[in-house]
């Protein structure tokens, strides 16, 4: 299995559970904070992608991934990152609220 195809169920969670999410309060706010936050999470991945393939803790044989890179890593690496940036908020907005007193 490629890494390519191995991002689409965690992709497809995503897209669902952001959109469930939609119906409780602060959507936009949420969707918007989540892009904002989306950056730094990129450019440290980046980084520490870069970091652990450059010293050998992580080697992606060619045949498994798309061929494109951003230095070193394989883009499909960076994938994880949007679906976390994205998923966590969603699935917090969907906990159950705790009512204080």
Known sequence: MTYGL???PFAVLTVVITALSARRPGFRRRL????IALIPLLMLTAVFDNAMIAIGLVVYPAEQ??????????VEDFSYTVCAAFLVPAVFALLPRKETA
């Open 32 to 35: 918007r904070a989540s892009a």
């Open 6 to 8: 191995l991002i689409i």
């Open 65 to 74: 991934f798309s061929g494109v890179r951003i230095g070193l890593a394989p």
